[in-house]
């Protein structure tokens, strides 16, 4: 299987690079999991799903800053198999970071034992396959990352604590799909949207006539929960919102945020955030929970759950709550802009997280990347940054690193797009040990794409439609952007 950019999606960032040991002091805690295929029917047919100990979504990883983290992992499907820890920053210690540039993957009937610290991190993550497509089938599952009790949280304690993926879903094999992209087919438009791997509630007589198993959360009047939403998708853009329920909006991916009402979110692939969610309404009925794709036209319904009031009678009243217009860019890009950091909160550690002044640091290296629509490379449909399309090599990078084996990969990947013909290549960006990095990606491809930076966090600067220039970072926060390890980038946007 090769790796290709093709469902990423693109920012501009500049990115604080890091290193801290780990403290002999902090707790273990110990896991085991079997990775085994299970049956399910998100969508009303039965087909075959990748669960965690018999469940899917898979187990919560719940932890605490500092603690360090040994997990078993036996494999028992029918081929290799590695497990991201997506927004865990692996400081020093990228060998468990679960990618193929780390990593060799677990043979099927095999096993290996992860571990690694949750060092002065806070917040909320997801893990999931990072091979073979594999995500497509499930394999995903929440990690939390609690502050220590010396470390105030920036609001009170909610009454409850609610995970939720949503994704996009097809109903065709990840092993399917994988030959699909590879070939001249392409992915196509999902067959629909799901929400902890349950199917819509029967909104329409159509649904209702599916039998669709669908999701509740039950709740009590008056209390306050908070709900961490994943895009554990692989290609789609979703809207969520709550019927009637103001989103307050308090962390993403380990930054906790400038607290802001929303009546709904974009979350962009790969994407996670915390809400407060104030049950506040008269409860004398359900109401609706609902996840619709965006900038596509062709899903066939969207993810309805039902959120569910002790005092409920009835079920939800009226039509489903409005998106946003389906292919509005411009509310995307200004919803993704007003996200702010929370400069007086403390995070992982007593300080606050304003106290690094990222606008000031001198940047040693500046990459701008463009990634254009996949074409036909060496027999196959390839997506390109800078005019290449990555090939993982049988030797895992860390390993070549560590033992100086040459030629398994090329340190030239170029700072800015090339003037030539498109090529298949291992090639490598070459950072600056403790360098600060401006990454400007700009998206010349027709469907919205999202980048995630394995192991570190980046602080999104800016964000625009069109070309960027050196005039560009005139425009630039350079106060409280926020900092997070999942962007997006709009079709001809360009974060930085």
Same mark, same amino acid.
């Given at each position: ?120 991190? @806070?917040?909320? *993550?997801?893990? $999931? +396959?990072? !091979? ?9 599952? #929440?990690? =939390? ?49 799901? @929400?902890?791997? *349950?199917?819509? $509630? +029967?909104? !329409? ?9 669908? #999701?509740? =959360? ?206 298949v290549d291992t090639s490598v960006i070459n950072g600056t040990f403790k360098g600060f990095v401006e990454i400007i990606f700009q998206n010349s491809d027709t469907t919205v794409k999202s980048y995630h930076l394995d192991g570190y966090a980046f602080f999104v600067v800016g964000m625009d439609f069109g070309l960027w220039t050196e005039n560009s970072r005139s425009t630039y926060n350079k106060g409280d952007a926020v900092a997070r390890s999942t962007t997006c980038i709009l079709v001809h946007g360009r974060p930085s």
């Amino acid at each position: 299987m090769r790796c290709s950019p093709v469902h990423l999606r693109c920012i501009s960032v500049v990115v604080f690079l890091s290193v801290t040991g780990t403290l002999a002091a902090d707790p273990y805690i110990f896991f085991d999991w079997t990775v085994s295929y299970l049956t399910a029917s998100p969508l009303g047919t039965r087909q075959q799903v990748i669960g965690i100990n018999g469940q899917f979504p898979g187990p919560i990883l719940n932890v605490t800053t500092n603690w360090n983290v040994v997990m078993n992992v036996k494999n028992n499907l029918d081929e290799p198999l590695l497990l991201t820890w997506n927004g865990i920053q692996q400081r020093k210690n990228s060998w468990q970071d679960g990618v193929l540039g780390t990593n060799c993957p677990i043979p099927a009937g095999w096993n290996w034992t992860y571990e690694f610290q949750v060092k002065d991190q @806070i917040g909320s *993550f997801f893990y $999931f +396959p990072s !091979t073979n497509f594999q995500r497509a089938s499930g394999g995903y599952g #929440g990690i =939390i990352v609690n502050n220590r009790e010396i470390i105030p949280v920036p609001f009170a304690r909610p009454d409850g604590d609610v995970t939720l993926f949503i994704s996009d879903w097809y109903t065709k094999s990840h092993k399917k799909l994988r030959k699909d992209v590879e070939g001249k087919n392409g992915l196509g438009p999902p067959d629909g949207i799901v @929400i902890n791997g *349950f199917g819509p $509630f +029967p909104y !329409t007589r159509e649904l209702a006539s599916n039998a669709i198993p669908f #999701g509740t =959360i039950n709740v009590e009047p008056g209390k306050t929960y908070r709900f961490r939403v994943h895009n554990s998708g692989i290609a789609t853009s979703l809207n969520f919102r709550i019927q009637n329920h103001n989103l307050l909006l308090v962390e993403t991916e380990g930054s906790y945020t400038v607290q802001q009402n929303y009546t709904n979110m974009d979350i962009h692939v790969g994407q996670s955030f915390s809400f407060l969610v104030t049950m506040d309404q008269s409860g004398s009925n359900d109401y609706y929970i609902v996840v619709s794709p965006r900038f596509v036209t062709s899903v066939k319904a969207s993810g309805v759950a039902i959120l569910r009031y002790s005092s409920s009678q009835g079920p939800a009243l009226g039509p489903l709550p409005d998106p946003p217009a389906e292919l509005d860019t411009f509310f995307s890009m200004n919803q993704a802009r007003s996200i702010r950091l929370n400069l007086s909160a403390g995070a992982a550690r007593p300080n606050p997280q304003g106290s690094f002044k990222y606008g000031q640091i001198t940047v040693t290296d500046v990459y701008v990347i463009v990634n254009r629509p996949p074409e036909m490379i060496e027999g196959r449909l390839r997506a390109t940054l800078n005019g290449i399309s990555y090939i993982p090599p049988s030797t895992p990078l860390k390993l070549a690193q560590q033992y100086n084996i040459s030629g398994v990969y090329k340190l030239d990947f170029p700072k800015r797009p090339m003037n030539r013909h498109p090529r298949v290549d291992t090639s490598v960006i070459n950072g600056t040990f403790k360098g600060f990095v401006e990454i400007i990606f700009q998206n010349s491809d027709t469907t919205v794409k999202s980048y995630h930076l394995d192991g570190y966090a980046f602080f999104v600067v800016g964000m625009d439609f069109g070309l960027w220039t050196e005039n560009s970072r005139s425009t630039y926060n350079k106060g409280d952007a926020v900092a997070r390890s999942t962007t997006c980038i709009l079709v001809h946007g360009r974060p930085s």
